[in-house]
């Protein structure tokens, strides 16, 4: 999948945002620089540029601008940076960037897209800092450029082997100008970057000090949670606060943009009122909504056409001149982000200034909003980006952070705000239902001729962003698409479309979004049609993919550690998925039993390509990870609707995988210098078809709706 | 407000709360020992784990009433230096990633080596089954008690 073809979701909000356009400019506009070569400044440090702070007592504090949701980014990043300016691992200190509109760029953290869309930027930053220090400690010498060298913090006089810190050469180095071009490390150069250097906020998170934003606490500070309409399009009719008024700790019950909010003394004080609240909702035209009657419409959607998103060759024509003719309809469901981390902001809001601490991936979106509610400039509103716990696309929202400012704004005091889980999994940003039709035509040979898929689903950007300008065509949501329209397997007539159809349940980003979906259904389709083919599942994706050498080297390589080619343990079945998403390269093989009804997944063997690999332990972490969550969609929970309600509320009715249903995993990385893609989101959409195959390798039933539930299975 | 005499991680504090407060409240917003999490408020999740007497329990559904006459243990008392076993593990490991629920990893997993010395990967299963964690750091969690039980043995 070709990176510049694809426009992903994120790129939009980047559009709309026109936060992207600052990233270039921000980095070489070092304005204090010339500040302090004008004489009108005087610092110690040295910042070349807003990434990095070199302090005089050498240590280096290195700026992310992205937000920390478990992913690595506090120290994925840091690291292209060190690794170019030559650094010394034990110097580096990281900071988080608070919001800025321009800065820092796009602060947007999603799509996979942290290192990916900052390996240049960050290199060159890295790069000119260094070539600036080295030319101070030249001039400091009087001597040539080209006889000095970096390493480790500092820069060394080959001939003399003089050697000067880093932290001593800020001064020299902050009068100079800024170097018009760089030369970057080639990747045999790099000694940080491919090195499993462990993550700088292991520490804190086990002993309890890292600080989310939960954990904030200010003088004055009052609690505060919220109750929103359970019923989707629904409002506040009446309440009665008499009885929650009555509960010690209780301050006050009033009415905010999206439903109540209860302010308290403590936090359980404020949970407390919250029950006591009587409250009448207006149900809207939502309140006999339910999953029924969603699957319905999707069923009536999906006979008519949809807007094309792909057509090559005359998939009709082709099929109706198949020897073979397969289909099949998959469904998924809705699902929850169910962060462990439920919804909260901590606010305060003044006359003059707001400051706010927030876990959100769109700081910058969040410090709008703030400044809209508010009244005040955006230069008023600072907006402190904190640990996030988990994000997965859900803190792409900034629902909680307008709540948290529009309470502390109207009791002028700064509140600390906590959703209850129950409102945290009933009002979040699902990923959508959707329903898949496939047809796939073979020869007499058993070659593919042709495949079609209908995606039918709501639409994210339709449904969610309606304020937005839409950039695309009407009716085409490309992102719907995302991982049905680019299959790479090699087939002469593929049409591709898109039924939009929306409800009015919210719809968000869900890790790896409609690549989740969609992978499902065509690589538990294409395992379908190997099975026609009557060839080896395995055998035919590769023969599928010769002209995409790096999805069919991941493939080759899943499938070589899996040791598909010998027998599996007795009673054990495998299935193999390949799908390449946010640029990456991803092959999954799963190892099952079914025994009944009882369906148990042993193991996974995971291969990814995501080119120059920045730290091993991570980019393995994040597949463990995708698989991990995948799983919990592929054997746990779904988000169903009733009376235009969430039927779930907590983890007994939503639930997750366990650490005794965790497979054992094996992660294997190319090795690569092309340059860096995601890994965030690409090992999920393997994971769902990997072990739907390997179900129907152990008892020869097809797996067509997740999660797969004990009457999808043949003991059942 | 009744008043409630609390011993945490040694030390003897006072409260006053209603006594069907959950504990959870108390270390967070009257005590702040933040270290300890919410996030199901119905013993379903285990990141609020604690321990009671040496006891993993989970301190969003324990009452305040019901620990005052006990040994109270946060994350933050789990050791003197944040270098206990399991915590120097956990960092060997690389374990955390949101890192959220890992408090109450830490806390159960701790109590199960106090408990048994030598775990098999069932009986990980066993004690530490009831914490979610959303990141999927299981396999880690695994590994890393498998090496602090090592290293606690060595002594």
Redesign the interface.
């Known amino acids: 999948m070709a990176e510049q073809t694809t426009i992903s979701r994120r790129d939009f909000i980047k559009v709309s945002s026109a936060a992207g356009a600052g990233l270039v400019i921000g980095f070489y506009l070092p304005a204090k620089n010339r500040l302090l070569a004008a004489g009108i400044e005087s610092q110690k440090s040295f910042e070349p540029n807003v990434w990095i702070a070199i302090n005089t007592d050498n240590s280096v504090t290195l700026t992310v601008g992205r937000s920390e949701m478990g992913q690595g980014v506090r120290t994925s990043l840091p690291m292209i940076i060190a690794d170019e300016m030559d650094l010394d691992w034990s110097q580096v200190q990281v900071s988080q960037a608070p919001a800025h509109p321009d800065r820092y760029g796009s602060q947007s953290t999603g799509s996979s897209r942290s290192v990916r869309t900052l390996w240049t930027p960050l290199r060159k930053a890295g790069a000119t800092a260094r070539e600036m220090l080295l030319e101070a400690a030249s001039r400091q010498w009087m001597v040539n450029k080209s006889e000095c060298y970096t390493e480790n913090g500092a820069v060394i006089h080959s001939k003399s082997e003089r050697k000067l810190a880093y932290g001593d050469l800020t001064t020299s180095a902050a009068k100079l100008p800024v170097p018009p071009k760089v030369s970057l490390k080639s990747a045999e150069e790099f000694t940080i970057i491919g090195k499993n250097i462990p993550r700088t906020d292991t520490p804190q998170k086990v002993d309890g000090t890292a600080t989310f934003a939960m954990d904030i606490e200010i003088p004055g500070m009052v609690h505060a949670t919220v109750v929103r309409c359970p019923i989707f399009g629904g409002k506040l009719k009446s309440f009665d606060s008499r009885k929650a008024m009555q509960i010690d700790g209780v301050l006050d019950v009033f009415e905010i943009e999206e439903g109540l909010a209860v302010v308290a003394e403590s936090t359980w004080n404020s949970f407390e009122g919250r029950k006591a609240v009587d409250i009448i909702w207006d149900e809207g035209a939502t309140g006999d909504l339910d999953s029924s009657k969603i699957d319905e419409m999707l069923i009536s959607r999906s006979k008519k056409k949809g807007a094309v998103g792909r057509k090559a060759g005359n998939a009709k024509r082709a099929l109706s001149e198949s020897a073979k003719i397969i289909d099949a309809v998959y469904e998924a469901p809705f699902q929850a982000h169910a962060t462990m981390e439920p919804m909260c902001c901590v606010a305060d809001v003044r006359n003059d200034m707001c400051k706010i601490w927030a876990p959100t991936q769109l700081p910058q979106r969040a410090q709008k909003d703030a400044a809209k509610i508010t009244g005040l400039p955006i230069e008023k509103v600072e907006l402190n980006v904190t640990f996030l716990g988990g994000g997965f696309g859900r803190r792409s929202f900034n629902d909680f952070v307008s709540d948290a400012v529009e309470i502390s704004k109207r009791i002028t005091k700064p509140v600390k705000l906590l959703w209850a889980r129950e409102d945290d999994m009933q009002h979040d940003y699902y990923r959508p239902v959707s329903r898949h039709i496939l047809k796939g035509g073979l020869n007499e040979h058993g070659d593919v001729t042709a495949l079609t898929h209908r995606v039918v689903a709501p639409s994210i950007i339709f449904s969610s962003y309606v304020t937005f300008p839409v950039p695309f065509r009407e009716k085409l949501d490309k992102v719907a698409l995302e991982g049905a329209k680019n299959v790479a397997y090699n087939i002469p007539n593929i049409l591709v479309d898109y039924k939009m159809a929306n409800t009015a349940i919210p719809v968000g980003w869900w890790r790896s979004v409609y690549d989740s979906q969609n992978a499902f259904a065509t690589e538990c389709f294409i395992d379908e049609l190997a099975t026609a083919a009557e060839k080896d599942p395995f055998e035919f994706r590769l023969e599928l993919l010769s002209n995409s050498p790096r999805d069919a080297g991941v493939l080759h390589l899943a499938a070589e550690e899996s040791g598909w080619n010998t027998k599996p343990p007795i009673g054990r079945y495998r299935g193999i998925s390949c799908h390449a998403s946010f640029g990456s390269y991803v092959a999954q093989v799963a190892e099952v039993s079914v025994e009944n009804d009882d369906l148990r997944v042993h193991r996974v063997v995971c291969a990814i390509d995501c080119g120059q690999v920045v730290n091993p332990s991570i980019v393995k972490a994040q597949m463990e990870s995708g698989i991990v969550y995948g799983l919990s969609a592929t054997l746990k929970g779904e988000i169903t609707i009733e009376r235009g309600r969430v039927a779930q509320s907590n983890f007994h009715d939503f639930p997750l995988l366990r650490i005794d249903e965790t497979p054992e995993i094996e992660v294997y990385l190319v090795n690569s210098s092309e340059p860096p893609t995601g890994v965030g989101e690409p090992g999920l959409p393997p994971i769902a078809p990997a072990v739907a195959n390997a179900v129907f390798a152990a008892s020869g039933k097809r797996i067509r709706r997740l999660p797969i539930r004990m009457g999808d299975l043949p003991g059942a | 407000?009744p008043r409630f005499i609390l011993t945490v991680n040694g030390k003897e504090q006072s409260v006053s709360?209603?006594p069907d407060?959950?504990l959870l409240?108390v270390l967070?917003?009257?005590l702040?020992?933040?270290?300890?999490?919410?996030?199901?408020?119905?013993g379903?999740?285990g990141?609020c784990t604690i321990h009671l007497d040496g006891e993993p329990t989970r301190s969003c559904m324990t009452t305040i009433e019901y620990a005052e006459d006990q040994e109270i243990t946060?994350?933050?008392g789990?050791?003197q230096d944040?270098l206990h076993p399991v915590?120097k593990a956990?960092?060997a490991e690389?374990?955390?990633?949101?890192?959220?629920?890992?408090?109450g990893q830490?806390m159960t997993a701790a109590a199960l080596l106090r408990e048994n010395s030598m775990p098999t990967d069932s009986d990980?299963?066993?004690a530490?089954?009831?914490?979610?964690?959303?990141?999927?750091?299981?396999?880690?969690?695994?590994k890393a008690i498998h090496r602090a039980a090592e290293e606690m043995r060595r002594g």
């Open positions: 407000m709360v209603a407060t959950p409240w967070r917003d009257d702040g020992l933040t270290g300890t999490k919410y996030s199901c408020g119905r379903l999740c990141t946060t994350i933050e789990l050791s944040g915590q956990w960092i690389d374990v955390p990633q949101c890192g959220y629920c890992q408090s830490i990980i299963d066993v530490m089954k009831m914490n979610l964690c959303r990141c999927g750091t299981y396999q880690r969690i695994r």
